[in-house]
C-alpha cells in the first residue's frame, strides 16, 4: 500500500476513533463568551489566525493566505505557550498546524505534550502516533499506539487501536521491504 493510501487510511480510521470516541476531547467545541474572554490575548489572536486559515482560506484554495495565517497563529500560539505552557487548546491547533505543513515531528511533540498534560486524552496518542508514522518512525507510533491501549477500557477504542496497530505493521514492512 503507498504511503498516501496507508495515510489517508489511518485519517479516516482515526476520525472514525474521535467521532466515536467517549472523551470530551475528541470534538473541540466553541467556548462560552465568559472562557474566550478568560482566554489570554495570543491565545485568543493565535486560534482566531489558524480557524481563519484551516476553515475560511484552504477551502477556497488559498494556499498563500492560509500559510500566513498560519505562521500568525504560530507566533500567537508561541507566546500563549511562554505564559501558559500546559494550555491544551494551544498545544492542539499548534500540532494540527504543523501537520498540516507536513512537519510531523513537531506535531508528534505537541501531541505528545497533551498526553503529559492529560495521560487520558487518547486521541492524542492516536494523533502523536500517526505524525510519528508519517515521518517514518514506526517504533514510535506504535509506542504511543500501545500507550493509548493502556488508558482505555473501552472495547470499541481497543478494537479501533488494535486496527491500527496492524496497519502500522504493514506499512512498516512496506517501507522496509520498499528499501
Known sequence: MPRKALV?????????FTLAAPT????PQ?????????????LRQGLAAFEQGFYELLPKGRRAEADAAFALAMRELDLALEAEPLNKEA?????????????HLAAAEHYRRLTEIDPLDVDSYAL??????EAGRFAESRIELEKAKARTTDEKALA????YLAKLAAAEKKAGAGR
Open 30 to 42: 466553541k467556548a462560552s463568551p465568559a472562557h474566550a474572554q478568560s482566554r489570554s490575548p495570543h
Open 91 to 103: 498545544h492542539r491547533a499548534l500540532a494540527r498546524i504543523q501537520s498540516l505543513r507536513q512537519d
Open 24 to 27: 470530551p476531547a475528541a470534538a
Open 160 to 163: 479501533l487501536l488494535d486496527g
Open 8 to 16: 489517508l487510511s489511518l485519517l479516516c480510521a482515526l476520525a472514525a
Open 128 to 133: 502523536a502516533a500517526l505524525s510519528l508514522a
